[in-house]
């Protein structure tokens, strides 16, 4: 190689791979962080088009797709740091932006990792926790309007959520939450459920007939959210060791069990199987499971 030859970032090589850089950590955390990413692009995007009424199909479909670029903005630019950055409240970070060469490539004190992948893999499930809280909206809420909720929520709700149980609050430690089952689930489904209320309920002759537009578009959205948890779960611990196998499996065995159950279930009270109910049972099983994978 020519001696002029120079890395991007004016990096060279010993700053290319420090020793505290764990490569196969590295590489892992990245393929999670994209499969996290799936999820929501596409996984709910296929997911959220498919499952409502033709005529919001586009509309749901833009509304999660709106949501992850809105959030990584906000992300690198504030939310990062109010989840995990410096205190300013038990309950929150200090907002500062976490795009400098300095911080993305320094070590994440997490891991063997830099935090640069810290940042993107925390992204992913920001992101995601906000497109689960569409669900609930889906035929409710005007485009616009959602436009104007996502950084609302997300810098008033998540972070506090996320730095209160992961990045240092006051329940650091306190809560076992492997991979957000407070944070994640439990909070899009509070804020799911208070936003439907407060936005009111859908028209009469839409709440009486609300058939998906495409079962197969559903399943293929659902296959990768699925598959996509892969990630969600095994990589949380930020490195390829034993721990990221055992939740993987976990994850996997509790999902499948929880389709299986409510499809029987399905079967024994209304002599019918349905591909809707096997889709939420295998949501229901991914949800459930996540707060404790990896034990």
Known sequence: MSENYRL????QWDEASPE??????????????????LQSVPGLVILYGSMVKKKWAVNSAFMAL???????????LWAHQMSFGIEIAPILGKPSQAMTEKYLLHKNLMGMIPRADYVFYQFAFAAITVILLAGSLLG????????????????????IGAYTVWGGGFLYGLVIDFSGGYVIHLSSGVAGFTAAYWVGPR?????????????????????????????FNGGSPLSAGT???????????????????????????????????????MITGLVCITPGAGN
């Open 8 to 11: 991007p970032f004016n990096l």
């Open 20 to 37: 505290w850089l764990n490569k196969a950590d590295n590489a892992w955390v990245m393929t999670a962080a994209t499969m996290v990413g």
């Open 66 to 76: 709106y949501a992850f670029a809105a959030v990584l903005v906000c992300w690198v």
């Open 140 to 159: 409710r809420m005007n485009f616009y309007a959602w436009m104007f909720f996502v950084p609302l929520w997300l810098t008033f709700s998540y972070t």
């Open 203 to 231: 028209h009469s002759q839409d709440r009486q007939n609300f058939p998906p537009n495409n079962i197969i578009h559903v399943l293929g959205g659902a296959g990768f959210l699925w598959l996509g948890w892969t990630g």
């Open 243 to 281: 721990v990221a196998p055992i939740a993987i499996l976990n994850t996997h065995l509790c999902t499948a069990t929880s389709l299986l159950v409510w499809l029987f279930l399905d079967i024994t009270f209304y002599n019918k199987s349905s591909v809707i109910g096997a889709v939420q049972g």
